[in-house]
């Protein structure tokens, strides 16, 4: 494990940014006290990109909060360029730049009016303004656009223009609260691009947080928390480097990659295992004594290749042993849907239908004429980026939104015609969960379950089911509102399941999570497919569209490509790129068909 101390000859840059010392914050009364960190010590560097990494309730926020001199500590003291947080914390505010998760834009504002007004907050000179806008315009691909009201930019876009909106007085330090979540791959490249610049040419220092763990590959360094407290500190390779000779890659010709994940997860050697290309990628425990032969030894027609380690590696492994966890198994899951032979029946050998579907608002076309079926017990992705028409698609095939033409039939109904049978038949999880903030854990569950008609005997079963099965209990009579994003996640998905749909819609459902809330909800979607239900997903992890039986991608409302991960990975396939990432394949494919009316 890195040192949680840090190596300024190992910096190269010189200068210390920010230093905590012992720092503690807690929330809270004496009777019920959070501590959200504990006895906190580390140092950055100036002139790079550090990366705060950590799962939900680590205190990344918190930290980020009390950095930027929002917050008030219980105990020690943060130093920001000099400037001591908590007494000088005005001067911190004025100095240091802060992009929280959910950045103020104001979405009746047009572009340059958004920049206008943060020029004004900051003080920014009036003779300097023209020039710092355009180039910030042209950083961000938002010169085209800087009459385009906020509300009406893309995710992607308002991320950007958040960004821009922060960076209009150039902070020689910037604090960035997972910037990226909820935007496409394309833009998450564009956002990483813009403040790779700003470290490169204006010799800013960057603490960001983020939920990729791709993302932490990039950083100069890397501090890791988990509960409040610093787990190590160091380059991103220091925390991968120990487990060389753990990690493979495992295939076996003709098996689904779902199934053969839940083979190995069994295996008692296994700490790790995740869908990977055409592969499974596994993490073995410490104590595990296996090799290439003994792994393929396994699974009937296994074949097993070591792979260097990456930082997700590590970063499960270190969590897995803090919280003595393995793999999460989901097998009760199967329980909590109708008995699949009962809920499949019927004439139509598919589950949803669409064809031909469009949906109008004004002049605006949000989804032009697209046609796809997804068939009983198949995962089926729509990926595309963000404005595509992904979320629109959603709500007309769950009845919310009527279509302005085309036909859709869900579980063998007429959605056009009988929305609200078809409704009785799906469960609908938004990406924002759609729950009630101000409602516990369990007036949520009791909500939901009345709303989809239970009643009785029936509704108290399945609200302790949903308990049992997603381990609420602890917090059944907490305001979800205050919950971890993961225990929301849960929460969501309990929700959606209550009524035992035979079609489950996830809209973006693990945006913002960690990877262990991610690997935990997708062992769970795995194990509702198996027992027949039919799931459509986006998202924007392109590594989960690997979990996908097959996948449509979407462009401006329409569809560009559809068919298997490995099929639509081969239409990008080139001797420069031999093996493509379903990141590759999606970037590739979107560019291929941009135009300029299309990347508004």
Avoid at 368 to 376: E, K, L, T
Avoid at 527 to 551: K, N, P, S
Wanted: aromatic share 6%; charged share 25%.
């Amino acid at each position: 494990m890195p040192d949680h101390t840090h190596n300024s000859q190992a910096a190269g840059h010189g200068g210390v940014v920010l230093k905590v010392e012992q720092h503690t914050k807690t929330f809270g009364s004496a009777k019920r006290a959070v501590t959200a960190l504990a006895d906190l010590s580390f140092r950055v560097q100036a002139g790079q990109v550090t990366g705060l990494i950590g799962p939900d309730g680590a205190g990344k926020t918190t930290l980020m909060r009390l950095v930027a001199g929002l917050l008030v500590a219980d105990r020690g003291r943060i130093t920001v360029l000099g400037l001591d947080a908590a007494r000088e914390s005005l001067q911190v505010q004025a100095a240091v730049g802060y992009m929280p998760q959910r950045f103020g834009l104001y979405e009746d504002l047009s572009v340059a009016e958004n920049l206008e007004l943060y020029a004004d907050l900051q003080g920014v000179p009036r003779r300097a303004r023209a020039a710092r806008y355009a180039e910030l315009t042209r950083m961000t691909g938002l010169a085209p656009f800087t009459r385009r009201l906020a509300g009406r930019l893309s995710g992607g876009m308002k991320q950007k223009l958040g960004l821009a909106c922060t960076l209009v007085h150039p902070p020689r330090f910037l604090l960035l609260d997972e910037p990226t979540v909820g935007v496409d791959p394309v833009s998450r490249r564009e956002l990483w691009e813009i403040v790779s610049r700003f470290v490169r040419e204006e010799g800013t220092t960057v603490l960001l947080s983020t939920a990729y763990l791709d993302e932490a590959e990039r950083c100069d360094e890397v501090l890791m928390l988990h509960a409040g407290r610093l787990l190590g500190q160091g380059a991103p390779h220091q925390f991968s480097e120990p487990l060389t000779g753990r990690t493979y890659r495992v295939h076996v010709e003709g098996m689904k990659h779902r199934a053969l994940q839940e083979r190995l997860a069994a295996r008692p050697e296994v700490m790790d295992a995740v869908v990977e290309r055409s592969a499974v990628r596994i993490v073995l425990g410490r104590s595990a004594d296996a090799t290439t032969r003994t792994i393929a030894s396994w699974v009937p027609g296994c074949v097993a290749e070591q792979v260097p380690p990456r930082f997700e590696d590590a970063f499960v492994a270190m969590l897995r042993g803090v919280v003595e966890q393995r793999m999460p198994s989901a097998k009760r899951v199967q329980n909590g849907v109708a008995d699949p032979s009962a809920a499949r029946d019927g004439p139509s050998r598919t589950a949803i239908e669409v064809h031909q579907l469009e949906k109008r608002f004004g002049t605006f076309t949000a989804v032009h004429r697209i046609s796809f079926a997804v068939a009983p017990g198949e995962i089926f992705g729509l990926l595309g980026a963000n404005g595509a028409g992904k979320t629109t698609t959603f709500r007309m095939l769950c009845g919310l939104l009527p279509p302005t033409a085309g036909t859709l039939r869900v579980a063998g109904v007429d959605v056009r015609r009988t929305a609200a049978a078809a409704r009785a038949r799906i469960g609908y999880m938004a990406q924002k969960f759609s729950l009630y903030g101000s409602l516990s854990v369990a007036q949520n569950l009791r909500f939901f379950s009345s709303a989809y008609g239970l009643r009785g005997t029936r509704q108290k079963s399945r609200m302790q089911w949903a308990t049992d099965e997603f381990e609420l209990g602890s917090v059944s009579d907490e305001n979800s509102g205050l919950l971890p994003l993961g225990f929301k996640q849960r929460l969501a998905l309990a929700c959606a399941l209550m009524h035992e749909p035979d079609i489950l819609f996830l809209d973006e459902p693990t945006s913002g999570v960690d990877p262990l809330a991610r690997r935990e909800f997708w062992q769970r979607i795995n194990q509702l497919a198996l027992a027949g239900v039919t799931i459509l997903v986006t998202t924007h992890f392109m590594e989960e569209a690997e979990y996908c039986d097959r996948l449509a991608i979407m462009v401006a409302g329409e569809v560009l490509a559809e068919g298997t991960p490995d099929g639509i990975k081969e239409r990008v396939r080139t001797s420069a790129n031999p093996q493509p990432t379903m990141e590759d394949a999606f970037i590739d494919l979107i560019e291929s068909a941009a135009s300029p009316t299309r990347v508004a």
